[in-house]
């Protein structure tokens, strides 16, 4: 079975940085690609960023600039870099990758940038 952990979140103050892993058991990630989204309370899952498995980044407005996805093959883990992080970064952050048959998510890892 595939299963996919986000680790790395926690509380952090606006201006500061975290870093977001999302580890694969089941399977290589090296060829996948591998999304990035986050959900607040009251509103929709929103994605965030996302790396294919040529290596195209892409991130969303919003945190373009702050944010940056990068692959460490050797852990079999995507990381999320979040600088400059904002109150607004504050939601629960899920991994997913498509795969056929729908793809995996991870369980989540929750962000609150607060001070």
């Known amino acids: 079975q595939v299963q996919l952990v986000e680790s790395g979140g926690g509380l952090v103050q606006p201006g500061g940085s975290l870093r977001l892993s999302c580890a694969a058991s089941g399977f290589s990630l090296s060829t996948y690609a591998l999304n990035w989204y986050r959900q607040s309370p009251g509103k929709e899952r929103e994605l965030v960023a996302y790396?294919?498995?040529?290596?195209?980044?892409y991130y969303a407005n919003f945190v373009k600039g702050r944010f940056s996805i990068s692959r460490d093959n050797a852990k079999n883990t995507v990381n999320l870099q979040m600088n400059s992080l904002k109150p607004e970064d504050t939601a629960v952050y899920y991994c997913k990758v498509p795969m056929v048959g729908g793809g995996a998510w991870g369980q989540g890892t929750q962000v609150t940038v607060a001070s």
């Open positions: 790396i294919t498995g040529g290596g195209f980044e």
